[in-house]
């Protein structure tokens, strides 16, 4: 059976917590979801190339750091994509990734 959400509510910025179709009620914090990222610039950033561009520039030495770990956690928006999937949008601007609810049910379960 796939994993249904029949309820999502935000906990401020702070994550999400799921309801089920299962009954099931998970939470997911803001770390979590932000550490788990799916969208492909975070992948390669955890050290998954499987998404890399063929003429990706050279990796700087310096690291440049444009946002606080605050704002990074600061879950701002949540938006339904299709009827299989959320959008959510960072305190940083980063809103890229694409949260399948299947991906957000394993999340739940490794959390927990």
């Known amino acids: 059976m796939t994993p249904t959400p029949i309820e999502i509510k935000r906990n401020g910025s702070q994550g999400l917590t799921i309801t089920w179709q299962d009954g099931s009620i998970t939470p997911l914090s803001s770390e979590v979801l932000r550490r788990e990222c799916p969208c492909a610039s975070c992948k390669e950033q955890r050290g998954?190339?499987?998404?890399?561009k063929p003429l990706t520039p050279k990796k700087r030495s310096l690291t440049i750091i444009d946002s606080s770990l605050k704002e990074e956690l600061?879950?701002?928006?949540?938006?339904?994509?299709?009827?299989?999937?959320?959008?959510?949008?960072?305190?940083?601007?980063?809103?890229?990734?694409?949260?399948?609810?299947?991906?957000?049910?394993?999340?739940?379960?490794?959390?927990?």
């Open 48 to 52: 998954d190339n499987s998404h890399s």
């Open 74 to 112: 600061s879950l701002k928006e949540i938006w339904g994509i299709g009827s299989y999937a959320l959008g959510i949008k960072w305190g940083d601007g980063h809103d890229s990734g694409i949260y399948p609810f299947t991906y957000l049910y394993e999340l739940a379960q490794k959390s927990a």
